[in-house]
């Protein structure tokens, strides 16, 4: 019995398969200027857990913050993940995944730093930058 779904995915070259769980899969978009720079585009994401990695030699990771990991497939330059560091949860790039048809767009973040050349149709729930260091900083004092 189980409500999770396995999500399989590849790299455009192969060289790095990616396996995981995700709970009622759904995409989230990030906005933000490092997504836009990391991706020529903003960032869709799908949240997933008990990740496994084939091929993981050919992961590059990238420090792109202090709280956070990027990484990607030093054989074709895929944009693999995101991962808070110390996390169990891996964002994958949506665009990985073998199977898309199922998924749904339910997540905007940064989007007072989406730039106005793009805006996505679909309704979904939104966070601006303020909203999520605040949902999502550290507290100072820890
Ligand atoms: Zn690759
Ligand atoms: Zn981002």
Redo the contacts with the bound molecule.
């Keep these: 019995m189980s409500d999770k779904t396995r999500l399989t995915g590849r790299c455009m070259c192969g060289a790095v398969v990616i396996t995981g769980t995700a709970r009622d899969p759904k995409v989230a978009v990030?906005?933000?200027d490092?997504?836009r720079r990391w991706s020529s585009g903003p960032?869709f994401e799908v949240s997933c857990q008990e990740v496994s990695f084939e091929g993981e030699q050919h992961i590059t990771r990238i420090r792109s913050s202090e709280w956070a990991e990027r990484g990607f497939c030093g054989k074709c330059g895929s944009n693999l993940f995101y991962q808070i560091i110390g996390s169990d949860e891996f964002q994958i790039s949506a665009g990985l995944l073998d199977e898309q048809d199922g998924l749904k767009l339910s997540l905007q973040?940064?989007t007072d730093r989406k730039p106005s050349y793009y805006t996505l149709a679909d309704e979904t729930e939104t966070m601006t930058e303020a909203e999520m260091f605040a949902a999502y900083a550290p507290a100072p004092d820890r």
Aim: hydrophobic letters at 40%; one cysteine or more; proline letters at 0%.
């Design positions: 990030c906005h933000c490092m997504c960032c973040v940064f």
